[in-house]
Nanobody, 115 residues
Framework: QVQFVESGGGLVQPGESLRLSCTAS????????MGWYRQAPGKQRELLAR????????YYLDSKKGRFTISRDNAKNTVYLQMNSLKPEDTAVYYC????????WGQGTQVTVSS
C-alpha cells in the first residue's frame, strides 16, 4: 500500500514562491504517472499537473500559465511542485497521488497566499 506525505506548504505573500514535496511510503515506481492536485475551500479537488514515467509534463487549469513546475526523483520516491508568483486564489490544500489517483489520499499540505 502506498501512502503519500506532502510537505512544504505555508503562509506566503502574493508573488512569493513555494516548493512542495511529496514522498511516497511505498515505491512510486517509475512506471506510474504522478500528479499534484489541490482543493480550495468549498471546491472539489482538481488536478493541477502530472508527470509521466518518461518525464513528460502536463499542466491543467491555472497551472497552464507557466507558474507551476512538476518534477520527480524516482530514486527518492519524491515528486515536487515548484510554484512561483503565487496568488491569493492559489490558497488550497495541495495533494499528490498517482494518475489516475489511488483511493487513499495523504493529509495534504496547506498553502495560504495572503498579504
Amino acid at each position: 500500500q502506498v501512502q503519500f506525505v506532502e510537505s512544504g506548504g505555508g503562509l506566503v505573500q502574493p508573488g512569493e514562491s513555494l516548493r512542495l514535496s511529496c514522498t511516497a511510503s511505498g515505491s512510486i515506481s517509475s512506471i506510474y504517472d504522478m500528479g499534484w492536485y489541490r482543493q480550495a475551500p468549498g471546491k472539489q479537488r482538481e488536478l493541477l499537473a502530472r508527470i509521466t514515467s518518461g518525464l513528460t509534463t502536463y499542466y491543467y487549469l491555472d497551472s497552464k500559465k507557466g507558474r507551476f513546475t512538476i518534477s520527480r526523483d524516482n530514486a527518492k520516491n519524491t515528486v515536487y511542485l515548484q510554484m512561483n508568483s503565487l496568488k491569493p486564489e492559489d490558497t488550497a490544500v495541495y495533494y499528490c497521488n498517482r494518475w489516475p489517483p489511488l483511493p487513499d489520499w495523504g493529509q495534504g499540505t496547506q498553502v495560504t497566499v495572503s498579504s
